[in-house]
């Protein structure tokens, strides 16, 4: 097979994608043509393999990424990892992709890029002296604990750099391998300079194994947040996305769950699709729940004014209308009911210092 360029889309049938969520890998937006497989003559009797992950590496020019979004909590962050092999259909991420010259579907899960001078570019970066300490957030690209992290150990160099700065973290995750950094992140906890996010969608095995292919299991998750809340680190159960027709059901059971396992917070975020997302959700919709694609996609034009999303401040995370402010209001009342509507501590910014290195010399005075 060949590729040619045609309007058409690249089937990548069910055999060769096990465990993966995007149906197709499409190109990105900034290229000029769609790609179609083609016979050229070569067709053998032999299968085509299957998909399997691989890792780039990255030296990037600084780690700490600034944004101005009014409706975020945070200002900066740093993402160990471009692309994400749990691959969630509903990840917002996707598009990020498209800047590598990579597709938002199969390629965001498959073909990632890790960045293992991260810690030593986050070092420095803290050094400067025109650095002003704030909250730094991870995990709200892609996530830190991803599988490839088990190998390469970059978010818990990461952490380990934190930690001697003493500067506060808030970390988003679904995955279970943040339990590794126990010992990291206990210390921290001591000194009021972390927070985890646990995201958890649904409660059903199955929807998550189909939506989120190779995230952990809900009730692992839920150990999860009994983990850290063991040895003090503040847990929010994120029920993230709420899914209109999937798993907006499930909102009260999320929270009694996540306050069973001892979270002391909880939020929430609509299903957000944008750019190549919705696409690439849609075919996902029909491919497993064709029943219920035309009353998913019905709720979301419905909070967008007839769009399939709205990328306005404040709106592209809760949506407008009867449908959102029902589900704002569900949520409202089970978290009071749960004791979860309570804002989690601030993280300390007062502790900040810059650890002394091999070699620096020291102040006498």
């Known amino acids: 097979m060949s590729y040619a360029k045609n309007d058409a889309k690249i089937p990548i049938e069910p055999a060769r994608r096990p465990g993966r969520a995007a149906a197709s890998n499409d190109v990105s937006r900034f290229e000029r043509f769609e790609r ?47 692309g994400c092999e749990h691959g969630c259909i509903y990840c917002f991420a996707r598009p990020s992709h498209a800047y590598l010259g990579l597709s938002p579907g199969l390629d965001f899960e498959t073909r990632l890029v890790a960045r293992p001078q991260a810690p030593e570019i986050l070092d420095s ?63 921290m906890a001591r000194d009021g300079l972390v927070r985890v996010g646990i995201s958890l969608t649904t409660l059903d095995p199955g929807l998550s194994r189909r939506m989120e292919p190779r995230v952990p299991q809900p009730k692992r998750r839920l150990a999860v947040i009994r983990r850290l809340s063991e040895v003090g680190v503040p847990v929010r ?49 029909t491919e497993h729940y064709p029943d219920r694609a035309g009353r998913v996609m019905a709720r979301l034009r419905e909070m967008h004014g007839g769009k399939e999303y709205d990328a306005r401040w404040g709106r592209r995370m809760r949506g407008e209308g009867v449908y959102a ?41």
């Open 237 to 285: 159960i994120m029920s993230s996305p709420i899914v209109p027709g999937l798993s907006d059901t499930e909102i009260e059971a999320l929270l009694a769950a996540g306050k069973d396992a001892g979270a002391s917070a909880a939020s929430w975020i609509m299903l957000r699709l944008p750019r190549e997302v919705s696409p690439l959700f849609q075919h996902w919709l």
């Open 125 to 187: 970066e803290l050094r400067r002296r025109s650095y002003k300490v704030a909250p730094l957030a991870i995990g709200t690209n892609t996530d830190p604990y991803q599988p490839v992290e088990k190998e390469m150990e970059i978010t818990r160099a990461c952490l380990q750099v934190l930690r001697d700065f003493r500067h506060p973290v808030a970390i988003v995750t679904k995955g279970t391998l943040i339990e590794r950094d126990l010992d990291i992140l206990s210390d």
């Open 36 to 82: 179609t497989l083609f016979a050229d003559g070569w067709d053998g009797a032999e299968e085509l393999p299957k998909l399997k992950t691989e890792v780039s590496l990255e030296r990037p020019r600084s780690m700490i990424s600034y944004n101005r979004s009014p409706d975020l909590p945070f200002d900066r962050s740093i993402n160990p990892y471009r």
């Open 325 to 365: 402010e029902m589900i704002a209001r569900r949520f409202e009342l089970a978290a009071k009911r749960h004791g979860l509507d309570r804002p989690q501590p601030k993280l300390r910014c007062d502790l900040f210092r810059a650890p002394v290195r091999v070699g620096d010399q020291l102040d006498l005075f």
